[in-house]
């Protein structure tokens, strides 16, 4: 229920921290960027930048945000495919933004299938890897009970965090289809295994286009290109409960923020994000 929301209750702690004890203390300022695909050529550039001292700064960016890496699709598709660049992905710890940043889209008892050519290994580390073979995605109640009776997960709660964030939850199927790890490791931490080699035949991601395909049968499927750059959801899962008008959905139903002023100017290659025309004084 945080995903996609402006405000929830870690951004709330954030904020409580930075106002009581660091803002007083330091001169703190934050840098945030935007970042999406070019519609033209499909390149990834820079849609916004953002610096400020203030929460201004953030409550932009995010709205911002909203409008670029957010989609809300009509319908729930029974099969997506997504794909991990393996410049970019070398474990499941990253590459499981394609589980968590589709489930709210995914229909249940829908199949999402993980193109992984770059995946090596689980954790980033040798010690979250060791947790992550040995506890598996296995759902949230397993995991918290393993978690109240292993002090190494105790020890180490944004590993039980990403355990509980990379799974199904049993709603639906998920098919790792990795360059470098074994159909074994694969189906130990509570994935399905599908061979990449034959997967990217049957999904070539050098033709493929974001959005709605159709397999040879007529199968329809949902890919996408880099789950990293994104937040997919159907409305019945995202319905905006909040009585914050600047939370979820609300807030792209709103006019774009004004964010440029009147001595900026786009530059080519920006993304639109601009230069000063003059500088400020």
């Not at 409550?59 to 794909?83: E, H």
């Not at 992905?89 to 299938?113: E, P, Q, V």
């Not at 709605?212 to 019945?236: C, H, M, Q, R």
Request: charged content about 25%.
């Amino acid at each position: 229920k945080m995903m996609g929301r402006a405000n929830n209750p870690l951004r709330s702690i954030l904020n409580y921290a930075s106002e009581k004890f660091l803002q007083d203390q330091l001169n703190l300022w934050y840098i945030l960027t935007v970042m999406g695909r070019n519609e033209d050529t499909g390149d990834l550039e820079m849609k916004g930048l953002y610096i400020g001292n203030t929460i201004d700064c953030y409550n932009l960016a995010c709205d911002l945000s909203l409008r670029v890496n957010f989609t809300l699709l009509p319908k729930a598709p029974a099969k997506i495919v997504t794909y991990l660049d393996p410049d970019e992905f070398h474990s499941t710890w990253l590459g499981n933004k394609a589980i968590y940043r589709t489930r709210m889209a995914i229909a249940d008892k829908g199949t999402l299938i993980v193109l992984a050519p770059g995946v090596r290994r689980f954790g980033e580390d040798d010690q979250v890897d060791v947790l992550i073979r040995k506890y598996g995605y296995k759902g949230t109640p397993a995991t918290m009970q393993s978690m109240k009776e292993n002090e190494e997960l105790q020890n180490n709660l944004s590993a039980v965090a990403h355990l509980i964030h990379g799974t199904s939850e049993g709603r639906f199927e998920v098919v790792y289809c990795p360059g470098h790890l074994t159909k074994q490791e694969i189906e130990g931490v509570g994935y399905q295994y599908g061979d990449l080699e034959e997967m990217s035949k049957k999904y070539d991601v050098n033709t493929l286009a974001d959005g709605w395909n159709k397999e040879a049968d007529g199968t329809e499927f949902f890919f996408i290109s880099n789950p990293a750059l994104g937040l997919w959801a159907v409305a019945d899962r995202f319905e905006d409960n909040s009585n914050d008008d600047n939370d979820g959905v609300s807030m792209a139903a709103t006019e774009p923020t004004k964010f440029s002023t009147k001595d900026q100017e786009a530059v080519d290659g920006s993304g639109g994000v601009g230069g000063w025309a003059k500088p400020p004084t």
